[in-house]
């Protein structure tokens, strides 16, 4: 059986079959193809890092609950459970400098309220922040009715304010 180059399937000579050379020339041609994929490895952990530590941030801001007024989902079920809904969505391109990953632009909602049959990706449920502060502010909900679908008339379900605002969440680390 004959030994070939990975590169481009010609015979090894030889020369570079002994276990020492053929050794290291995989080793250093091993880092060469891993260090790419290492650092994008790396870059890819540390967004995943950051986008934790914000959203449980926001978690944490809104009080660990959904921000939908009205909301009476259990907190122990499938559909209670506590998602992070963007504002302006993360998109199909991601968000590589994590533009869209800040607690303006983030908002903790109900499972239900998110991804259910009637929530904002069901296209029946929208919010609009009613100040600069983006999603740390005052958030309007709008519920599209049935009956009012063909229509495309929105009803505000609520104003949902956050439960502590950051300014006092700093204050009292500051304590």
Known sequence: MALTDYYTSAAIPKVYRSKKVAGARAQVDGRKRGSVAQRRHKKALAIVRAKRVVKADVRA?????????????????FWGRIDIAHYRA????GDPVLA??????LIAICHFSHVGPRGLHSGLLKMIPTTAAGTRGPVAFYVLEKAQQEAG???LLGISEPPMS??????????
């Open 90 to 93: 993360e998109g199909s391109g």
């Open 100 to 105: 869209r990953t800040t607690p303006e632009n």
């Open 153 to 155: 008339r929105w009803t």
């Open 61 to 77: 801001l809104d009080g660990n609950r959904c921000r939908v007024p009205g909301c009476q989902v259990p907190p122990d079920t």
């Open 166 to 175: 950051e300014a006092s969440s700093l204050s009292e680390g500051s304590r």
